[in-house]
């Protein structure tokens, strides 16, 4: 029963950070000033780089960093993109390394550390589905996100060409998701409504990884429903 209450107060936690994370970040900056990047890159670089910790946020952060850069001089959204772009790849390079190093025993364990087997599978299938460019659109999809280097690492994806997807992927999501919230994040309606807009953030980034999952189920129901040969 108390190990129930602690994860439901912990889903209650990330629950506000993510409908409030303009102010959570607000608060950073005036904490701890220029240090708020070496903390923005640590959870960008957690959230890519260990697979378990794929809860925290991604996409919405990135916005509300560009909006915030926008509203107080305490950040710049140039070195944001620039901080951000670092902890991306080498969060990204870091999970492959341990896909190829350590994706064997944490997979085929009877019990396997806290990796839960429909995460891997959903990204399997976004790599049967578009191959090596999963790195790159994996960028945009949370969870995928943040398993797409392991699995890369534990199919022996050749490293050349995973730091190529690792590189252009990890610059074009950081730069598009933080440079948006800079140049919309501080619109009257954006600042009015910014729980809102976050959640739109989250569901549109969910979408493609839904799209999938429906898609799958419609083949495996026709698969199911057509007459043995």
């Known amino acids: 029963m108390e190990a129930l209450e602690h994860l439901v107060d912990l889903l209650r936690q990330l629950f506000d950070l993510f409908l409030h994370l303009d102010r ?88 396997p550390l806290l990796i839960r087997q429909e995460h891997l599978e959903k990204t399997s299938q976004f790599f049967a589905r578009y191959g090596g460019k999963t790195i790159v659109i994996a960028r945009f999809v949370p969870i995928v996100r943040t398993f797409a280097p392991f699995v890369a690492g534990l199919g022996q994806m050749s490293y050349p060409r995973f730091m190529a997807y690792n590189v252009s992927g990890g610059i074009l999501w950081v730069v598009l998701c933080t440079v948006a919230g800079y140049l919309f994040g501080n619109l009257p309606f954006v600042q009015e409504n910014f729980s809102l807009v976050i959640l739109a953030i989250i569901v549109i980034s969910l979408l493609p990884a839904v799209v999938e999952w429906w898609r799958e189920r419609r083949r495996a129901r026709r698969a199911a429903a057509s007459p043995s040969p």
């Open 24 to 111: 959570h970040l607000t608060a950073l900056a005036e904490t701890y000033g220029g240090w708020t990047y070496l903390i923005l890159f640590a959870v960008v670089f957690c959230e890519t780089g260990l697979v378990v910790t794929p809860f925290l946020p991604g996409d919405s952060l990135l916005f509300g960093a560009g909006a915030l850069a926008a509203t107080t001089p305490a950040l710049s959204v140039g070195w944001l993109v620039v901080v951000l772009t670092a902890a991306a790849v080498l969060g990204d390079t870091a999970n492959y390394w341990i896909g190829r190093r350590l994706g064997p025993w944490l997979v085929h364990r009877e019990k």
